[in-house]
């Protein structure tokens, strides 16, 4: 009874099924799907079906909605009000009405079909928010879309938890009911909303100071199951907290850190989630009430995808993006188990109908996963208007950018894409710019600059704008989900090709440096350093004491800024030369000890030196792999201390 057994099989399952999955390049989700199935009740028995079991996989939803609550704030919330009570209110409305009215006419029974249609008007929070944060897609406009959706739909679970009873008993008080239970989320919302704003931040730095990770992560997980907790008790679901605290944290300054701490949860606790779902599967009923629940797929998704592309489309949506966002959409959801379960214990559906329902929810969430994925190429090929546009947008920019070759690609062209803009041309270097904004494009390119209108995070508009051609890429736009996008993009066409993103503060510097940034700059940073310049000068302290307190900050901060050349008209006051690194180039004459030998025999970088390019026949490499062979008339630039610089050029020319 104590055997680990099965927790072995299980965990061993996974790691191959989600290995497979990743190697087919589909969504993982989709191996813990089929673990769930092989694992549950219905085929090898090594999981329990309990309400256990359901509790910890719903605890991974938990997770998941904090992490996106981590992404949201107050502010922003409030902006999207339209999407969350507009969209997602005409949405859940519609597709209850649709579907309860060709259930209830099927099977004689209105009560049955408002069962049903509540249960089918759901979405999966767990599978849209998971694939849009891997893809990096939950800022854009049809993630938000989603998000607006799916936050109504967790509000109306409330309501409809209560309607289905009041129906079944044929309550005379489901007015007051409906009344009290307004009432009660608004209290709870507000209270969270205003109260918790203030207590979040104060508590968080008391926590904080006591300078124990252990205690900082005990901390987050209280925030994150306490307040999840709290609304449950008031009746409102457990995602629905999460994604508040999350979006109260999202307001200080922890909000970095703790997004990293709960990673581990998350992901592990949402996989197991995708296996409790897989485990729901049962092939009999698939078999023996394949015609009723064919009906019950063909109502969920093209009815849904249909209600919320024409939903987005009225509330002013762009067609591509209403209908990426519907694509994310048009699937059951976890809360529609809980209802169809609470419809069948209520009596108000039969066995055979909660059974085939269920495998229509599951069968839908089978399919999101690939309708998410491949939601760009199905948006081109539905909305011709879209594709025209993007193949017209396209094309100009080919035929723009066909001119240019060893320039710099400006992504945004803000303030700071201008200004960078303007000192390129001052040293007449070429470059080709990608905004977002139709009225800024018109009006610079009405000046002649060199800009079109673009996602610089796509695929095809980087390669049409002469990306294989750049010498450099530059993203000036403090967004670093969109600038993630773009270095994935990037690494995956060109490795090899430099990367400068702008950023508001140092916080997620290491993050878009393991993406591929080869160097990150800091607004707060480098305000920071000019605000420090005027105070030193201002205060008497000589320029050029200055400008080398300054260089020596920038040299710790970024590995470009990393040794000058030394002249001779070098000031050293008040800093300890021998300890600033310099640059220093080597000219390997007739004679030299290393003609021959490779840099790995060479062995510079025991001396701590850093060789930071090799210039050969007016060609200069800053890459070089150890097996490269020195030869006669070469540069070596090495970078470190005079005393190890004088020993690298010993090393070099005598050995």
């Known amino acids: 009874m104590h055997s680990l057994a099965p927790i072995v099989l299980v965990l061993l399952s996974a790691v191959l099924a989600v ?11 989709l191996g813990y799907l089929v673990v769930g199935f092989l694992a549950g009740p219905g085929v090898m028995q090594l999981i329990p079906d309990g309400e256990e079991t359901a509790f910890l996989g719903e605890i991974g939803i938990v997770f998941m909605m904090f992490s996106i609550g981590l992404e949201f704030s107050l502010p922003k919330l409030r902006a999207m009000r339209q999407l969350v009570f507009g969209v997602g209110l005409a ?11 060709v259930i209830g006419a099927l099977f004689d029974s209105v009560l049955a079909g408002f069962a049903v249609g509540g249960a089918l008007a759901m979405s999966s929070t767990a599978i849209v928010s998971k694939l849009l944060t891997e893809r990096l897609e939950l800022n854009q406009p049809h993630g938000q879309l989603a998000i607006g959706v799916l936050l109504f739909q967790d509000l109306a679970v409330v309501p409809l938890l209560i309607l289905l009873p009041a129906f079944a008993g044929g309550s005379a008080t489901l007015g007051m009911d409906l009344g009290l239970a ?34 900082f992560m005990i901390n987050v997980l209280l925030v994150t199951l306490g307040v999840a907790y709290l609304t449950e008790l008031s009746g409102l679901s457990l995602a629905l907290g999460a994604f508040v ?15 990293e701490d709960i990673k581990p949860f998350r992901d592990i606790l949402l996989g197991f989630f995708f296996i409790t779902v897989g485990m729901r599967v049962q092939l009999p009923v698939l078999y023996t009430h394949a015609g009723e629940v064919l009906l019950l797929v063909a109502l969920l998704v093209p009815v849904k995808l249909g209600i919320v592309f024409g939903l987005a489309r009225a509330f002013g949506h762009k067609a591509n993006d209403a209908m990426r966002g519907a694509l994310a959409l048009a699937q059951g959801g976890e809360f529609g188990f809980v209802l169809l379960a609470l419809s069948g214990k209520l009596g108000l559906i039969g066995a055979q109908t909660e059974q085939a329902a269920i495998a229509a929810i599951l069968l839908s969430m089978l399919v999101a996963p690939f309708l ?16 025209m546009m993007q193949a017209l947008n396209l ?11 060893d320039h710099v690609l400006i992504c945004g062209y803000g303030r700071s894409g201008q200004v960078l803009a303007r000192l390129l041309e001052t040293e007449s270097i070429p470059f080709f710019a990608l905004d977002l904004d139709p009225d800024r494009v018109r009006e610079a390119g009405e000046a002649g600059d060199p800009v079109v209108f673009g996602d610089a995070g796509k695929k095809e508009v980087l390669i049409a704008a002469g990306l294989m051609r750049a010498k450099a890429v530059v993203v000036t736009f403090a967004d670093t989900h969109a600038a993630l996008r773009i270095l994935n993009m990037v690494q995956s066409l060109r490795s ?24 990150v700059v800091a607004e707060v940073m480098e305000g920071s350093l000019m605000l420090a310049t005027q105070a030193l000068m201002v205060t008497g302290v000589p320029l050029s004491r200055v400008l080398r307190r300054i260089r020596a900050v920038r040299e710790e901060r970024y590995s470009l800024f990393k040794g000058f050349f030394r002249g001779a008209s070098d000031d050293a006051e008040g800093l300890d030369e021998a300890q600033l690194p310099r640059l220093l180039s080597i000219q390997v004459c007739a004679g030299a000890a290393a003609i021959g030998h490779s840099l790995g025999e060479i062995r510079l970088d025991d001396l701590g030196v850093e060789l930071k390019a090799v210039r050969r026949h007016h060609i200069r490499r800053s890459e070089v792999e150890p097996e490269f062979e020195v030869m006669q008339d070469d540069v070596l630039v090495v970078l470190g201390t005079p005393e190890q610089l004088a020993l690298a050029e010993t090393r070099v020319l005598q050995g």
Not at 185 to 209: D, E, I, K, T
Not at 246 to 254: A, K
Request: aromatic content about 4%.
């Open 372 to 387: 998410i994925l491949h939601g760009d190429k199905i948006t081109r090929r539905l909305i011709k208007q879209d594709w």
């Open 91 to 101: 949405q859940v409305l519609a597709t209850l009405l649709l579907i309860a009215g």
């Open 19 to 29: 290995t497979l999955c990743r190697t087919l390049k589909v969504p993982p989700m």
């Open 182 to 215: 307004a009432l009660k989320v608004v209290a709870v919302m507000a209270l969270l909303l205003s109260f918790g704003q203030r207590l979040m931040r104060p508590w968080f730095h008391l926590v904080a100071r006591q300078r124990s990770g252990e205690l």
């Open 395 to 405: 094309h100009q920019m080919l035929v723009e950018s066909m001119s240019k070759s």
């Open 245 to 259: 605290a999350g979006m109260l944290i999202s307001e200080t300054e922890y909000r970095y850190q703790v997004e």
């Open 496 to 519: 090899d090709l430099p990367v400068i993103v702008r950023t508001v503060d140092d916080s997620d510097m290491d993050v878009l440096r393991r993406a591929g940034a080869d160097e």
